[in-house]
């Protein structure tokens, strides 16, 4: 058991205080998007006495013996912290399958891991949940087409945008959205001028009451942050997801999403994978992203954490690489800490926690976390406060 000390990734779309505050920090003017705590090799956390990848390297034994026969000597899931004053980019995430043929593709193509034109950055999956701290905002999945091309009118946008959305209305389900999303993507030279007079009507819409004003909003708000990108008609045909603090999303592979504003908790498969389509001023690979995307409309689920025993709630997600509590503790009573013979990172946010296995006590304050290694069970918390836990997702 050994605190533990994440890193901070500065990119232009993070908030600039959320995340200082969690840590106990003074904000310094940068944005602060992402607190990573994992052994990604991109960003890994370090102990008192090293960095955890080169931990693990030394003693793998800590992971758990199912860890390692499923994953070889690999941390197989990476907790973050994120926090959004704005716009993601639309993007999705590879399967095992796609991660490892794309990995090996790019290196066969010589292209360096941190060149900003590669796509994958290493071979893993990157299934993810995100958990929210406070109001969370997110685009995620595909509407209905029929449902989007209802809203599209409600704008005044049906003559204008024919040629366009009409296959929402002129083709089923995932072939509709995946030929308008490629083609609202694809917009260029006489076209082009599309994006302004949809952002125009949406503009004239926006304080509109119900679907349509949301509709109207999502698009001023995309276009306030990217002006003009082709990508915000794609984020139109998008569920619009707002999440209330303790409510989660699970993002499987293939899933379209773009995170919009807030502050979360998010778990992952060990992964740093991102195939862009847009909004943002990254390295953007459309066919790449065409390929991973699932396009099957759906409704988006919500989850809420179950209860486990006292004091101890599951998001259920059915990936193996990460499992994830929240765990809250009272000063009368001490709870026991989930995810036993796997590895474990423990995050407190909210109070102040002990840690105890056997003879060993770690304290914790808000913004501070732990490594708990696979041998150390049981492990109890004691104190007042709230932390999120996440290990294997092997049962």
Known sequence: MQQLHGTIQHYAWGTHDAIPTLLGREPDGRPHAEYWLGAHPLSPSRTEAAALDALIEEYPDLLGERVLDAFGPNLPFLMKVLSARHALSIQAHPSREQAQEGFARENTARIPVDSPERVYSDDWPKPEVMIALDTFETLSGFRDPMTTAALFSGLGLADDLASVIGPLTE????????EVFLDALSL????????????????????????????????????????????????????????????????????????????GIE????????????????????????????????????????????????????????????????????????????????????????????????ALERGQAALLGATEDPAFLTGQGLAFVSASGLR
């Not at 083709?171 to 995946?178: D, E, F, N, P, Q």
């Not at 002006?227 to 592979?253: C, F, H, K, S, T």
């Not at 998001?315 to 009573?333: K, N, Q, S």
């Open 267 to 362: 778990v992952m498969g060990s992964s740093d994978n991102v195939i862009r389509g847009g909004l943002t001023p990254k390295h953007v690979d459309v066919s790449e992203l065409v390929r991973v995307v699932d396009f099957e409309p759906d409704e988006p689920r919500v989850l809420r954490p179950k209860r486990v025993r006292a004091g101890v709630e599951r998001y259920p997600t059915p990936c193996p690489e990460f499992d994830v509590w929240r765990v809250t503790a009272g000063a009368a009573a001490e709870v026991l800490v989930p995810g036993r013979r796997s590895a474990r990172i423990l995050l407190v946010v909210e109070g102040n926690l002990e840690v105890s296995t056997g003879d060993e006590f770690l």
């Open 171 to 178: 083709r089923k389900g995932s072939a509709a959205l995946a």
């Open 188 to 263: 260029a030279g006489d076209r082009a001028h599309l994006i302004d007079v949809t952002v125009a009507a949406a503009m004239r819409h926006a304080s509109d009451p119900g679907p349509v004003g949301d509709f109207a909003r999502t698009a001023v708000e995309l276009d306030e942050v990217f002006p003009g990108d082709r990508a915000i008609l794609a984020g139109l045909l998008m569920n619009r997801v707002v999440l209330q603090p303790g409510e989660a999303l699970y993002v499987p592979a293939g899933h379209m999403h773009a995170h919009l504003r807030g502050t």
